[in-house]
Protein backbone atom coordinates (compact mmCIF):
# COMPACT_ATOMS: atom_id res chain seq x y z
CA UNK A 1 0.00 0.00 0.00
CA UNK A 2 2.83 2.40 0.68
CA UNK A 3 4.98 1.69 -2.34
CA UNK A 4 0.92 2.31 -4.30
CA UNK A 5 0.90 5.50 -2.48
CA UNK A 6 4.08 6.80 -3.26
CA UNK A 7 3.64 6.35 -7.01
CA UNK A 8 0.64 7.66 -6.73
CA UNK A 9 2.64 11.21 -5.52
CA UNK A 10 5.62 10.30 -7.87
CA UNK A 11 4.91 12.74 -10.43
CA UNK A 12 4.52 15.44 -8.15
CA UNK A 13 7.55 14.84 -6.90
CA UNK A 14 9.47 14.77 -10.04
CA UNK A 15 7.63 18.27 -11.09
CA UNK A 16 9.18 19.78 -7.74
CA UNK A 17 12.62 18.30 -8.77
CA UNK A 18 11.89 20.68 -12.03
CA UNK A 19 11.02 24.00 -9.89
CA UNK A 20 14.62 23.12 -8.61
CA UNK A 21 16.10 22.66 -11.97
CA UNK A 22 14.68 25.72 -13.39
CA UNK A 23 15.21 28.42 -10.45
CA UNK A 24 18.90 26.79 -10.53
CA UNK A 25 19.49 27.52 -14.66
CA UNK A 26 17.49 30.77 -14.58
CA UNK A 27 18.42 32.41 -11.40
CA UNK A 28 20.68 34.51 -12.56
CA UNK A 29 18.25 36.57 -15.09
CA UNK A 30 16.05 37.28 -12.07
CA UNK A 31 19.14 39.33 -9.93
CA UNK A 32 21.30 40.81 -12.97
CA UNK A 33 21.86 43.82 -11.48
CA UNK A 34 22.80 42.49 -8.23
CA UNK A 35 25.12 40.12 -9.24
CA UNK A 36 26.95 42.95 -11.77
CA UNK A 37 27.15 45.50 -8.35
CA UNK A 38 27.69 42.43 -5.82
CA UNK A 39 30.65 40.98 -8.04
CA UNK A 40 31.81 44.07 -9.99
CA UNK A 41 31.03 42.98 -13.08
CA UNK A 42 28.92 44.32 -16.22
CA UNK A 43 25.35 43.50 -16.66
CA UNK A 44 26.66 41.39 -20.16
CA UNK A 45 29.01 39.75 -17.72
CA UNK A 46 26.64 38.60 -15.22
CA UNK A 47 24.02 37.78 -18.18
CA UNK A 48 27.37 35.20 -19.27
CA UNK A 49 26.38 33.27 -16.40
CA UNK A 50 23.24 32.22 -18.41
CA UNK A 51 25.22 31.48 -21.47
CA UNK A 52 27.80 29.62 -20.17
CA UNK A 53 25.64 27.22 -18.29
CA UNK A 54 23.31 26.42 -21.26
CA UNK A 55 26.79 25.71 -23.08
CA UNK A 56 27.55 23.07 -20.49
CA UNK A 57 23.80 22.14 -20.50
CA UNK A 58 23.49 21.57 -23.81
CA UNK A 59 26.68 19.22 -23.86
CA UNK A 60 25.79 17.22 -21.23
CA UNK A 61 22.08 16.56 -21.44
CA UNK A 62 22.91 14.15 -24.33
CA UNK A 63 25.97 12.73 -22.95
CA UNK A 64 24.82 11.54 -19.58
CA UNK A 65 21.94 10.53 -20.72
CA UNK A 66 24.40 7.93 -22.74
CA UNK A 67 26.68 7.78 -19.47
CA UNK A 68 23.83 7.23 -17.09
CA UNK A 69 21.19 5.33 -18.62
CA UNK A 70 21.79 2.11 -17.01
CA UNK A 71 21.18 4.02 -13.63
CA UNK A 72 18.33 2.96 -11.73
CA UNK A 73 16.60 6.10 -11.81
CA UNK A 74 15.59 7.33 -7.87
CA UNK A 75 19.04 7.24 -6.82
CA UNK A 76 19.83 9.27 -10.03
CA UNK A 77 17.57 12.00 -9.90
CA UNK A 78 18.06 12.12 -6.02
CA UNK A 79 21.75 12.41 -6.76
CA UNK A 80 21.22 15.09 -9.07
CA UNK A 81 19.03 17.04 -7.25
CA UNK A 82 21.51 17.00 -4.11
CA UNK A 83 24.29 18.28 -6.37
CA UNK A 84 21.80 21.26 -7.39
CA UNK A 85 21.48 22.00 -3.68
CA UNK A 86 24.83 21.65 -3.09
CA UNK A 87 25.59 24.47 -5.52
CA UNK A 88 23.73 26.42 -4.84
CA UNK A 89 24.38 26.88 -0.91
CA UNK A 90 27.98 26.79 -2.49
CA UNK A 91 26.71 29.46 -4.82
CA UNK A 92 25.91 31.53 -2.20
CA UNK A 93 29.51 31.70 -0.46
CA UNK A 94 31.10 32.47 -3.75
CA UNK A 95 33.93 35.15 -3.40
CA UNK A 96 34.25 36.36 -6.90
CA UNK A 97 33.08 36.10 -10.43
CA UNK A 98 35.19 33.40 -11.42
CA UNK A 99 34.51 31.05 -8.34
CA UNK A 100 31.12 31.79 -9.26
CA UNK A 101 31.09 30.97 -12.69
CA UNK A 102 33.13 27.24 -11.55
CA UNK A 103 30.27 26.96 -9.33
CA UNK A 104 27.94 26.87 -11.75
CA UNK A 105 29.27 24.96 -14.71
CA UNK A 106 30.08 22.06 -12.55
CA UNK A 107 26.51 22.02 -10.69
CA UNK A 108 25.03 22.31 -13.79
CA UNK A 109 26.96 19.58 -16.18
CA UNK A 110 25.28 17.75 -13.21
CA UNK A 111 22.29 19.32 -13.52
CA UNK A 112 21.42 18.91 -17.20
CA UNK A 113 20.16 14.72 -16.24
CA UNK A 114 16.97 15.93 -14.36
CA UNK A 115 14.37 17.37 -16.52
CA UNK A 116 15.19 14.86 -19.41
CA UNK A 117 15.36 11.73 -17.16
CA UNK A 118 12.27 13.27 -15.01
CA UNK A 119 10.31 13.20 -18.67
CA UNK A 120 11.76 9.44 -19.30
CA UNK A 121 10.93 8.47 -15.88
CA UNK A 122 7.33 9.34 -16.01
CA UNK A 123 6.69 6.71 -18.99
CA UNK A 124 7.73 4.30 -16.47
CA UNK A 125 4.85 5.31 -14.04
CA UNK A 126 1.95 5.90 -15.75
CA UNK A 127 -0.04 4.46 -18.27
CA UNK A 128 0.43 4.98 -21.74
CA UNK A 129 -2.92 6.67 -21.85
CA UNK A 130 -1.65 9.04 -19.71
CA UNK A 131 1.72 9.78 -20.26
CA UNK A 132 1.54 12.92 -22.66
CA UNK A 133 -0.70 14.80 -19.74
CA UNK A 134 2.05 13.45 -16.67
CA UNK A 135 4.79 14.78 -18.88
CA UNK A 136 3.39 18.30 -19.43
CA UNK A 137 2.83 18.41 -15.56
CA UNK A 138 5.91 17.25 -14.37
CA UNK A 139 7.18 20.21 -16.80
CA UNK A 140 4.88 22.44 -14.24
CA UNK A 141 8.27 22.51 -12.40
CA UNK A 142 9.44 24.68 -14.85
CA UNK A 143 6.40 27.33 -14.90
CA UNK A 144 6.61 27.52 -11.16
CA UNK A 145 10.36 28.60 -11.61
CA UNK A 146 9.30 30.99 -13.30
CA UNK A 147 5.63 32.00 -11.74
CA UNK A 148 7.00 31.76 -8.43
CA UNK A 149 10.84 31.41 -8.29
CA UNK A 150 12.38 34.56 -10.81
CA UNK A 151 9.93 36.68 -8.82
CA UNK A 152 10.69 35.59 -5.13
CA UNK A 153 14.79 35.71 -6.37
CA UNK A 154 14.21 38.87 -7.44
CA UNK A 155 12.11 40.22 -4.42
CA UNK A 156 14.71 38.18 -1.85
CA UNK A 157 18.36 39.72 -4.38
CA UNK A 158 16.84 43.34 -4.49
CA UNK A 159 16.54 43.54 -0.41
CA UNK A 160 19.12 40.74 0.80
CA UNK A 161 21.53 40.22 -1.74
CA UNK A 162 22.12 37.71 -4.42
CA UNK A 163 23.94 35.36 -1.81
CA UNK A 164 20.37 35.26 0.08
CA UNK A 165 18.56 34.20 -3.37
CA UNK A 166 20.94 31.39 -3.58
CA UNK A 167 20.82 30.14 -0.30
CA UNK A 168 17.05 29.57 -0.52
CA UNK A 169 17.38 27.61 -4.05
CA UNK A 170 19.61 25.28 -1.80
CA UNK A 171 17.59 24.91 0.67
CA UNK A 172 14.60 24.02 -1.68
CA UNK A 173 16.41 21.67 -3.28
CA UNK A 174 16.61 20.07 0.06
CA UNK A 175 12.93 19.49 0.77
CA UNK A 176 13.11 18.50 -3.30
CA UNK A 177 15.63 16.05 -2.37
CA UNK A 178 14.17 14.66 0.60
CA UNK A 179 9.99 14.46 -1.40
CA UNK A 180 11.80 12.38 -4.44
CA UNK A 181 13.25 10.22 -1.67
CA UNK A 182 9.62 9.65 -0.42
CA UNK A 183 7.71 9.08 -3.33
CA UNK A 184 9.50 7.87 -6.32
CA UNK A 185 9.14 4.20 -6.42
CA UNK A 186 12.58 2.38 -6.26
CA UNK A 187 13.68 -0.07 -9.20
CA UNK A 188 12.70 2.14 -12.00
CA UNK A 189 15.10 1.67 -14.98
CA UNK A 190 14.76 3.13 -18.75
CA UNK A 191 15.81 1.48 -21.59
CA UNK A 192 20.12 1.38 -22.44
CA UNK A 193 20.73 4.49 -24.55
CA UNK A 194 23.41 3.21 -26.69
CA UNK A 195 24.97 4.03 -30.35
CA UNK A 196 22.06 2.36 -32.63
CA UNK A 197 19.77 4.47 -30.68
CA UNK A 198 21.37 7.76 -32.00
CA UNK A 199 22.05 6.28 -35.42
CA UNK A 200 17.95 5.85 -35.01
CA UNK A 201 17.27 9.46 -33.95
CA UNK A 202 19.22 10.88 -36.66
CA UNK A 203 17.20 8.85 -39.83
CA UNK A 204 14.11 10.34 -38.06
CA UNK A 205 12.70 13.42 -40.01
CA UNK A 206 10.20 14.00 -37.56
CA UNK A 207 12.29 14.01 -34.66
CA UNK A 208 14.33 15.85 -36.23
CA UNK A 209 12.48 18.84 -37.61
CA UNK A 210 10.67 18.34 -33.52
CA UNK A 211 14.26 19.68 -31.95
CA UNK A 212 15.16 22.16 -34.63
CA UNK A 213 11.24 24.21 -33.78
CA UNK A 214 12.45 23.67 -29.71
CA UNK A 215 15.79 25.20 -30.90
CA UNK A 216 14.29 28.37 -32.31
CA UNK A 217 11.11 28.66 -30.24
CA UNK A 218 14.02 28.66 -27.19
CA UNK A 219 16.25 30.76 -29.00
CA UNK A 220 13.84 33.73 -29.43
CA UNK A 221 12.68 33.86 -26.21
CA UNK A 222 16.11 34.14 -24.66
CA UNK A 223 17.03 37.11 -26.98
CA UNK A 224 15.11 39.06 -24.45
CA UNK A 225 14.46 37.01 -21.85
CA UNK A 226 18.08 36.66 -20.41
CA UNK A 227 17.83 40.44 -19.82
CA UNK A 228 14.42 41.38 -19.41
CA UNK A 229 15.31 42.94 -16.11
CA UNK A 230 17.51 45.54 -17.34
CA UNK A 231 15.24 46.02 -20.03
CA UNK A 232 11.90 47.12 -18.78
CA UNK A 233 14.38 49.15 -16.34
CA UNK A 234 16.01 51.00 -19.28
CA UNK A 235 13.28 51.49 -21.67
CA UNK A 236 10.54 52.58 -18.78
CA UNK A 237 12.45 53.15 -15.80
CA UNK A 238 10.68 50.01 -14.03
CA UNK A 239 12.09 49.39 -10.49
CA UNK A 240 12.86 46.07 -8.90
CA UNK A 241 9.14 45.21 -7.44
CA UNK A 242 7.32 46.42 -10.84
CA UNK A 243 10.35 43.98 -12.60
CA UNK A 244 9.62 41.16 -9.98
CA UNK A 245 6.19 41.57 -10.74
CA UNK A 246 6.46 41.34 -14.90
CA UNK A 247 8.44 38.06 -13.80
CA UNK A 248 5.55 36.91 -11.61
CA UNK A 249 3.28 37.61 -14.44
CA UNK A 250 4.93 35.62 -17.24
CA UNK A 251 5.22 32.74 -14.59
CA UNK A 252 1.87 32.94 -13.95
CA UNK A 253 1.02 32.92 -16.80
CA UNK A 254 2.82 30.05 -18.04
CA UNK A 255 1.83 27.91 -15.49
CA UNK A 256 -1.69 28.68 -16.66
CA UNK A 257 -0.30 27.90 -20.48
CA UNK A 258 0.56 24.47 -19.07
CA UNK A 259 -2.03 23.54 -16.94
CA UNK A 260 -4.61 24.26 -20.30
CA UNK A 261 -2.08 22.04 -22.32
CA UNK A 262 -2.20 19.29 -19.87
CA UNK A 263 -5.71 19.40 -19.91
CA UNK A 264 -6.13 19.23 -23.48
CA UNK A 265 -3.52 17.48 -25.36
CA UNK A 266 -4.84 14.14 -24.45
CA UNK A 267 -7.91 14.98 -26.65
CA UNK A 268 -7.33 18.19 -28.84
CA UNK A 269 -3.49 16.03 -30.12
CA UNK A 270 0.04 17.16 -29.70
CA UNK A 271 0.03 18.68 -32.45
CA UNK A 272 -3.07 21.52 -32.76
CA UNK A 273 -2.13 21.98 -29.19
CA UNK A 274 1.35 22.96 -30.29
CA UNK A 275 0.27 25.02 -33.00
CA UNK A 276 -2.12 27.12 -30.55
CA UNK A 277 0.78 28.06 -28.01
CA UNK A 278 3.00 28.25 -30.30
CA UNK A 279 1.14 31.33 -31.85
CA UNK A 280 0.31 32.51 -28.61
CA UNK A 281 4.26 32.99 -27.96
CA UNK A 282 4.71 34.61 -30.87
CA UNK A 283 2.12 36.73 -30.36
CA UNK A 284 3.58 37.80 -26.99
CA UNK A 285 7.03 38.35 -28.02
CA UNK A 286 5.45 40.41 -31.19
CA UNK A 287 3.56 42.62 -28.30
CA UNK A 288 7.11 43.23 -26.55
CA UNK A 289 8.68 44.52 -29.76
CA UNK A 290 5.91 46.94 -30.51
CA UNK A 291 5.52 48.10 -27.29
CA UNK A 292 9.02 48.76 -26.45
CA UNK A 293 8.91 51.41 -23.82
CA UNK A 294 5.58 51.19 -23.09
CA UNK A 295 5.28 49.34 -19.48
CA UNK A 296 2.02 48.63 -19.79
CA UNK A 297 2.30 47.43 -23.49
CA UNK A 298 5.62 45.21 -22.48
CA UNK A 299 3.97 43.68 -19.70
CA UNK A 300 0.65 42.85 -21.49
CA UNK A 301 3.11 41.25 -23.37
CA UNK A 302 4.90 39.26 -21.28
CA UNK A 303 1.55 37.76 -20.18
CA UNK A 304 0.87 36.47 -23.19
CA UNK A 305 4.51 35.54 -23.93
CA UNK A 306 3.76 33.87 -20.86
CA UNK A 307 0.69 31.63 -22.14
CA UNK A 308 2.99 29.74 -24.63
CA UNK A 309 6.58 29.50 -23.04
CA UNK A 310 6.30 26.52 -20.83
CA UNK A 311 3.67 25.05 -23.00
CA UNK A 312 5.40 24.49 -26.28
CA UNK A 313 7.96 23.15 -24.39
CA UNK A 314 6.00 20.49 -22.70
CA UNK A 315 4.73 19.73 -26.07
CA UNK A 316 7.56 19.63 -27.90
CA UNK A 317 8.43 16.32 -25.20
CA UNK A 318 5.24 14.91 -25.69
CA UNK A 319 5.39 15.09 -29.94
CA UNK A 320 8.93 13.27 -29.62
CA UNK A 321 7.67 10.62 -27.21
CA UNK A 322 4.67 9.76 -29.35
CA UNK A 323 6.84 10.13 -32.48
CA UNK A 324 8.81 7.11 -30.91
CA UNK A 325 8.04 6.02 -27.88
CA UNK A 326 11.37 3.21 -28.30
CA UNK A 327 13.54 6.44 -28.59
CA UNK A 328 12.44 8.61 -25.61
CA UNK A 329 15.21 8.49 -23.46
CA UNK A 330 17.13 9.88 -26.42
CA UNK A 331 14.63 12.29 -28.04
CA UNK A 332 14.44 13.79 -24.22
CA UNK A 333 17.92 14.35 -23.27
CA UNK A 334 18.54 15.87 -26.83
CA UNK A 335 15.29 17.92 -26.64
CA UNK A 336 16.74 19.57 -23.48
CA UNK A 337 20.06 19.81 -25.33
CA UNK A 338 18.99 21.95 -28.19
CA UNK A 339 16.67 23.80 -25.94
CA UNK A 340 20.56 24.74 -23.92
CA UNK A 341 21.34 25.43 -27.14
CA UNK A 342 18.83 27.56 -27.59
CA UNK A 343 19.57 29.42 -24.75
CA UNK A 344 23.18 29.62 -25.41
CA UNK A 345 22.04 31.25 -29.21
CA UNK A 346 19.56 33.61 -27.74
CA UNK A 347 21.41 35.12 -24.52
CA UNK A 348 24.41 35.36 -26.50
CA UNK A 349 22.62 37.32 -29.31
CA UNK A 350 20.60 39.11 -26.59
CA UNK A 351 23.96 40.05 -25.05
CA UNK A 352 25.78 41.69 -27.96
CA UNK A 353 23.07 43.91 -29.06
CA UNK A 354 22.28 44.72 -25.05
CA UNK A 355 25.95 45.59 -24.86
CA UNK A 356 25.52 48.09 -28.13
CA UNK A 357 22.53 49.68 -26.74
CA UNK A 358 20.10 47.94 -29.74
CA UNK A 359 17.59 48.19 -26.93
CA UNK A 360 14.57 47.92 -29.45
CA UNK A 361 16.16 45.67 -32.28
CA UNK A 362 16.17 42.64 -29.43
CA UNK A 363 12.55 42.51 -29.84
CA UNK A 364 12.30 42.13 -33.71
CA UNK A 365 14.90 39.96 -33.25
CA UNK A 366 13.08 37.37 -30.98
CA UNK A 367 10.01 37.67 -33.28
CA UNK A 368 12.18 36.19 -36.51
CA UNK A 369 13.31 33.16 -34.53
CA UNK A 370 9.87 31.81 -33.39
CA UNK A 371 8.21 33.52 -37.38
CA UNK A 372 10.73 30.12 -38.15
CA UNK A 373 9.73 27.92 -35.30
CA UNK A 374 5.89 28.36 -36.50
CA UNK A 375 7.11 27.64 -40.22
CA UNK A 376 8.32 23.98 -39.04
CA UNK A 377 5.50 23.45 -36.38
CA UNK A 378 3.29 23.77 -39.28
CA UNK A 379 5.84 21.79 -41.48
CA UNK A 380 5.01 18.83 -39.18
CA UNK A 381 1.08 18.16 -39.84
CA UNK A 382 1.09 15.92 -41.96
CA UNK A 383 4.79 14.01 -40.93
CA UNK A 384 4.43 10.16 -40.45
CA UNK A 385 5.39 9.80 -36.72
CA UNK A 386 6.82 7.00 -36.88
CA UNK A 387 10.76 5.92 -36.24
CA UNK A 388 13.31 5.02 -38.98
CA UNK A 389 14.43 1.30 -38.32
CA UNK A 390 17.18 0.45 -35.94
Known sequence: ?????????????????NLVTGCSVLAPAGMLPELATGLDVSIHAAGLLITFGAIILCIGSPLTAWLTSRIERRTLL???????AIGNLASAFAPDYASLLVIRLVMLAVGALYTPQAAGTAALIVPAARRGSTIAYIFLGWS??????????????????WRAAYGGIGALGCVSLL???????AGLKGTPVDLKTWSAVSRNRMILMLLAITMLQMSGQFVVFTFMGPLLKKLTGAGPDAIGMVFALYGVCGFLGVVIATRIVDTSGPYRTSLLFTCLLLAGITGWALGAGTFVLMAGAVAIWGLGFASTNSMQQVRLVSAAPQLASATVALNTSVLYIGQVVGSAVGGLLFARELLHTLGFVAVGFVVLALILVIMTRSRPATAAPA
Open 179 to 185: LLLMRLP
Open 144 to 161: LAAAVGLPLITFIASRYG
Open 78 to 84: TTTLAVL
Open 1 to 17: MENTRAGRFAPTALMLG
